[in-house]
């Protein structure tokens, strides 16, 4: 379980054992979040307490250890509370923690017992997912909406009553968030962190693609790798990527915000050439569209779908260029014939 490796890399670092790697490794961990840091923090502070009990104590801590991993994994095979303390090192090698007292060892067992008692009842994490084709609204404690794309999961706690709003985003969603400039509001995917105050935005972050990507359709917002010193800041009409594989942060503007379509299911067109107008519609739709005549892919197309149906916009973009529309079957499209007079640069 990996909070059982970094809860045994805090307790190696009260007896200063721990090699530069693991440091590391642990500073990392406890800056992903405030609750990682909390954790640390009461661990430490009833380790220091336990210095004033007596050596004398005699107990089974093996059989306690086991007995409280035990039952936190109860609590965690039902996947509904989220616990400050949710297991104990059980492993064979002990040498980093035989220097501390017996009592000191009982003060800390009964610390992790106190801890996991009064958060497993307070602070209680939800998930929504997704499936193929579906879409859901889901409305947050502090009044922001999130509406989830296809085969997407977003994670986030019932309450956010800390120094921050922060969530787990696995897919595609889109972000309306309430404005709380002393609480920012933070989305965690796999490789990336996207930080904001109060704006509304997209997050396209799939388990199986290398790039995390953020359009913003409203407000200002930060993108970066995990606890990354200079994120790039993003302001209304600009795209931002990070690519996990090389490390690189891009953004530029953009000229149509048609990759969140699927929120809002409207399309607009300013005056973009037809081989981008396509890959749009494609995208909404999930269709195939086939262009006959390559010559076409510079023309300009310029038109609003503010409820976009497949078949006509399909109908639209072939009449203004006296193209042929034929429905091939399969969800595909081909566009044969047609012409036009103005071309893009």
Partial sequence: MEKEFYINLIYKSFSGDLSAEEQNQLENWLSESDANQKEADALKKTWQLSANFSKNLEVNLDAEFAQLQNRIDDEEKGNVKEAIVKTMPTTQKKSWWKPLSVAAAVLLLAGAFFMFNQNSATVEMLAMETLEGEMKEVALADGSKVWLNENSKLTYPNAMNGDERRVTL?????????????????????????????????????????????????????????????????????????????????????????????????????????????????????????????????????????????????????????????????RTYRLEGGDCQNTSE
Wanted: hydrophobic letters at 40%; proline letters at 3%.
């Fill in 170 to 330: 696995a897919g595609e969603a889109f972000f309306d968030i309430t404005k709380n400039p002393s609480k920012p509001f933070i989305i965690d995917t796999r490789d990336a962190e996207v930080k904001v105050l109060g704006t509304s935005f997209e997050v396209r972050a799939m388990d199986d693609e290398i790039r995390t990507e953020v359009v913003v359709k409203t407000g200002r917002v930060s993108l970066g790798k995990k606890n990354d010193l200079k994120p790039i800041e993003l302001t209304a009409n600009q795209k931002g990527i990070y690519n996990r594989e090389t490390g690189k942060k891009l953004n530029f503007d953009v000229k149509n915000l048609n990759s969140i379509s699927w929120q809002n299911n409207m399309l607009v067109f300013d005056d973009l050439p037809l081989e981008k107008v396509l890959v749009d519609v494609e995208n909404h739709f999930g269709i195939k569209v086939i262009l006959e005549n390559q010559d076409l892919l510079k023309c300009k197309f310029e038109s609003l779908f503010p409820d976009a149906k497949e078949k006509e916009v399909l109908k639209g973009i072939s009449s203004v260029f006296k193209m042929k529309l034929i429905d091939s079957g399969e």
